[in-house]
């Protein structure tokens, strides 16, 4: 993957933000945690496959298994 391809503008970084911290609130799970930083390249993933608001990328969260 190219790096711009990994790029992210300053709007983009706000909506995976958001959307990781308020996931990660409801399930009471420390951002700088293995589980928490796992989830970040899980919504990154997701971003980058078309789930670009925070709203989009909660419910595609809540639609993987974690278990």
């Known amino acids: 993957m190219t790096v711009a391809a990994l790029s992210l503008h300053a709007d983009d970084v706000d909506v995976l933000a958001g959307a990781l911290y308020t996931w990660c609130a409801e399930r009471n799970i420390k951002l700088l945690s293995q589980q928490g930083l796992s989830i970040a390249n899980i919504a990154i993933d997701l971003y980058h496959a078309g789930h670009q608001t925070q709203d989009q ?3 595609a969260l809540h ?4 278990h």
């Open 57 to 59: 990328l909660l419910v």
């Open 63 to 66: 639609d993987c298994d974690f």
